[in-house]
């Protein structure tokens, strides 16, 4: 089975292989490079290559997919080797091993089905994966790429909505003893805080105007693309301005914000490049 794009095609990527073991092939598009990979649960381990802690290991094929994007890449099953647990690890690595014999894949660090052999994370690449998985501050460069790697489609929840007995359950996970605050007591300057009297000249922020920098980081910018052409029409800095000039509904904005589908021969978005065409 080839798959031509791997970002369009995450989902079937990732969902139609659950309890196969199987050898895949990443091919990108640009270059001609390959590489050769097999796994137990092949869609777990397809799934790998779309999460942002294992793309920034040091491997040269996730390296080469963080550089030319998904889109730039096509994903090949070459064989489905048998239900996972029909087969022993060195089984389905012989099928690896001679897939990685007969294409001579680039992207493979090693020539051997499984080999770690010589390899060795970065000392740059260990830092980041430490500072994604703790949460730390991660520079400039990389939260950008953090960012494309989570926005629009790549995002697990987008196009996604919980439903109704998922929300009940969140709600009431937080409830009685579940709550952090359980059983606490406020200290008086909490309470003090709470209710302070916050109005007029007793605002923060009385007097005070957000700056440009600021008023665009609070704001949600809409993107709006020809329907028919697929090219960028106007960006507006929020959906304020958005709904005035365009003569359309907030919940109408919204909703098309979120599913890209056509109204009034326009496409919206609140990602710039957030749509997959």
């Not at 960012?147 to 995002?155: M, T």
């Amino acid at each position: 089975m080839v798959y031509n794009n791997s970002l369009d095609d995450r989902n079937l990527i990732t969902s139609l292989y659950k309890d196969v073991t199987g050898i895949y092939l990443w091919h990108n598009l640009v270059n001609g490079k390959q590489y050769i990979g097999s796994g137990y649960k092949l869609s777990v381990r397809l799934a790998h290559y779309y999460y942002p802690s294992r793309l920034l290991s040091n491997r040269y094929v996730t390296q080469s997919i963080l550089k030319y994007g998904h889109d730039n890449f096509s994903v090949i099953i070459l064989e489905i080797c048998g239900k996972s647990g029909t087969l022993t690890k060195s089984e389905y690595l012989s099928r690896e091993q001679y897939y990685i014999d007969f294409y001579n894949p680039e992207l493979n660090l090693n020539p051997r089905a499984d080999s770690s052999l010589g390899f060795k994370h970065s000392e740059e690449s260990k830092r980041l994966i430490s500072e994604y998985r703790k949460g730390k501050s991660l520079s400039k460069e990389t939260k950008n790429k953090l960012s494309e790697l989570l926005s629009g489609p790549l995002n697990p929840f987008y196009g996604y909505k919980h439903l109704p007995i998922t929300i009940t359950k969140m709600k009431e996970s937080k409830l009685g003893k579940n709550n952090p605050m359980f059983g606490r007591l406020k200290s008086p300057k909490f309470i003090e805080q709470q209710f302070k009297d916050k109005s007029g000249e007793k605002n923060p922020m009385s007097g005070k105007t957000h700056s440009p920098e600021t008023l665009a980081k609070i704001k949600k910018r809409i993107y709006v693309y020809d329907a028919v052409t697929k090219e960028l029409i106007k960006v507006f800095s929020g959906t304020v301005e958005a709904k005035k000039d365009l003569k359309i509904g907030y919940d109408t904005l919204k909703r098309c914000s979120q599913t890209h589908e056509s109204y009034k021969g326009m496409i919206f978005s609140s990602v710039a490049r957030g749509i997959v065409f």
